[in-house]
């Protein structure tokens, strides 16, 4: 890609900022990386993008930045909504999402993955079964890896696992992955998006530009994603738990199989799947058939499906302490992920929720909080509101308690009333942003003070 001459403004200091801002240099481009923040808010280290001559700048986005400027790259962080995007499309100047630009970079298939919850653990595991076939392979987008730089690296040759977020699919318009996935969608994000429609459709738009010589992967078992077969050009595999499908993958009886242009190819059963819960034979279910469709053999991905047992942050295991488990689902920000964490566990439950609130409806949440938790410990700016809606929802106040903004008393809190054979699970229900700088800060966090526990390990 050759863009020299060309002045190109990259709109948002996160990590697909950077990234976006760096390759554009590469390419020959003038660069200017603005962020709304003060840089001393920026949690990236900006002296290399400043030393490769990048213009950073910093603090209120007059319209006058779009001066000159051929082409707009914006992050998954800021909201297409914004004046000065929208006062791109006006000018119509070419607004790219760092999603886009890596679509246009890639010399191999992208497999990309989107859905309120599952994504990560699904594309992690995607990426290992493509690797029974494909060399190299590459795993990047929401996961922590910019996807612009990931598909530089396989090159030509490989394939790329992508996972891919309502944010990053905004502003997106020419995306187009070989095979695309949706694994569900629940209520989540509508600050953002405004509305569940509104949020449906950017998760459609992961498959808006497939033709008929692509694939789509969909959850027969969400209404939501089986109705978007309806809308869609490519060829559609379902994936379903609860039914046997006459083609797709699904769960029969115990066993994981994928019924495919009249043939069947029986995979590993659930007992034997590294990963545990209902929702996990979805992730599976999902992965393999994506994996299948990308051209892997079944036969080599039994292995890999047996032997991943998930990801950080998600249902993972930390520590045993007087024969309480200790779990850490950080990555649970939202009630139907928190629900399905609830759903694994049949043993009582202490359970630590709260943090930056999403605003969502809490009745399902609670009512299986009232079925399977022994104590509800809160923490963060929802506390007040996920105590009101665990009382009017029959949860005895003896067995809620507040703890703050303090992880730590949360944790002390938990080891003193929970007793074997109860777990104590971290599943906040919420985003972390009241107090910490993502998921992944406060599970670590969580993890840090229960390996500080005194007990018997």
């Not at 200017?32 to 990236?44: N, P, R, T, V």
């Not at 590459?138 to 490989?158: A, D, F, W």
């Not at 109860?422 to 969580?446: I, K, N």
């Amino acid at each position: 890609m050759d863009w020299s001459g060309k002045k190109i403004l990259v709109v948002g200091a996160g990590i697909s900022g950077f990234a976006a801002a760096r390759l554009a240099k590469k390419f020959g481009a003038e660069v200017m990386l603005s962020d709304a923040k003060a840089e001393s808010e920026i949690k990236g280290d900006c002296s290399a993008l400043r030393e490769a001559g990048v213009a950073l700048l910093f603090g209120p986005q007059q319209e006058s930045l779009l001066d000159g400027v051929d082409m707009v790259i914006v992050s998954p962080a800021v909201p297409e909504r914004i004046p000065l995007i929208q006062a791109a499309y006006s000018r119509d100047i070419r607004v790219l999402t760092e999603v886009e630009l890596a679509y246009e970079l890639s010399e191999s298939p992208i497999c990309a993955v989107t859905g309120t919850n599952g994504k990560t653990t699904t594309v992690t595991l995607l990426g290992l079964l493509l690797a029974t076939r494909y060399d190299p392979v590459g795993v990047g987008g929401n996961i922590g890896v910019p996807l612009s730089e990931e598909v530089l690296r396989v090159g030509k040759g490989g394939c790329i696992a992508a996972e891919i977020s309502s944010y990053q699919l905004e502003a997106t318009k020419d995306f187009h992955p070989h095979i695309a996935a949706v694994l569900n969608v629940t209520p989540d994000h509508i600050v953002r998006h405004g509305s569940m429609d509104v949020y449906q459709k950017m998760k459609e738009r992961i498959f808006a530009q497939q033709t008929a010589e692509d694939f789509l992967v969909l959850n027969y078992d969400d209404a939501r994603t089986r109705s978007m077969k309806n809308r869609a050009a490519s060829r559609v595999c379902f994936f379903s738990r609860r039914e046997e499908l006459t083609e797709g993958a699904f769960l029969c009886g115990s066993r994981l199989v994928i019924r495919w242009d009249g043939r069947e190819y029986p995979l590993c059963t659930a007992e034997e799947l590294g990963i545990k819960g209902g929702h996990n034979i979805e992730n599976a279910l999902a992965a393999a058939a994506a994996a299948f469709l990308a051209g892997c053999e079944p036969q080599a991905m039994i292995r890999v499906l047996r032997e991943f047992h998930g990801v950080e942050h998600r249902i993972e295991y930390v520590r045993t302490v007087n024969g309480v488990a200790y779990y850490n689902d950080s990555k649970a920000t939202n009630t139907d992920s928190a629900i399905k964490a609830l759903e694994t566990f049949s043993d009582g439950i202490v359970l630590l929720a709260g943090g930056d609130d999403k605003m969502t409806d809490l009745t399902e949440f609670m009512q299986l909080v009232r079925e399977r938790v022994n104590d509800l410990i809160l923490i963060g700016d929802a506390a007040a509101r996920f105590e009101k809606e665990a009382l009017a929802n029959g949860i005895d106040p003896e067995h809620i308690h507040r703890a703050g903004h303090s992880m730590d008393h949360a944790v002390r809190l938990a080891h003193e009333l929970a007793h074997a054979p109860q777990v104590v699970l971290l599943s906040p229900a919420c985003a972390s942003f009241d107090m910490y700088d993502g998921m992944a800060e406060r599970g670590r966090d969580f993890k840090r003070l229960v390996n500080a526990l005194q007990g018997e390990s």
